[in-house]
């Protein structure tokens, strides 16, 4: 077999197993799509800030409210809610008590240090002409949990 025909051989294993790694699933470091999967529960926090979330009543409500329990029904979940203000539920998040955190955030959290953040999924123009770029966090280090949900906004919302 020539040099050139070798050359050509090896380049395609090469090429061949870097494609086949592109289908690896990012890991979560303390497996929280698993846990979700396996246990049937998705543990989120939701502060106030209609019209993104409210819980003025017995269940919490809002359009980011709606989008997670979607996320978690397309896990096999059910969504237990915590109801509380943005610091409280990132030291949840932090200490591994909640796997997602929603409320209205945008882009421009102070949380950036303490959470990860997803990607923007939508922009609206709020009443003052600023354009709000609106995010949702998960815990960090939970890279696979983190790129499902960003995944699954990115559907739900661009359709």
């Known amino acids: 077999m020539s040099h050139r025909a070798r050359a050509a051989i090896a ?22 799509l ?27 409500t809002g ?3 709606t989008l997670i329990e979607r996320f978690a029904a397309r896990h096999g979940a059910e969504v237990e809610w915590r109801a509380g203000t943005e610091e409280v539920l990132v ?21 950036l240090d303490d959470a990860a953040v997803s990607d923007v999924y939508t922009e609206v123009v709020s009443p003052t002409g600023e354009t709000e770029k609106h995010v949702m966090l998960t815990r960090a280090g939970e890279n696979g949990l ?7 906004l990115r559907e739900e919302v661009d359709g």
């Open 63 to 65: 359009s980011e409210v």
């Open 34 to 60: 698993a846990t979700v999967e396996d246990s049937g529960v998705l543990r989120a926090g939701v502060s106030e800030n209609p019209p993104w979330s409210s819980i003025s009543g017995a269940e919490p």
């Open 11 to 32: 380049a395609s294993l090469i090429v061949g197993l870097g494609l086949a790694g592109c289908g690896v699933r990012p890991a979560d470091v303390d497996g929280t």
């Open 146 to 152: 983190l790129m499902e949900l960003e995944t699954f």
């Open 91 to 111: 030291d949840a998040l932090h200490a591994g008590s909640l796997d997602v955190v929603v409320g209205g955030l945008t882009d421009a959290t102070p949380w």
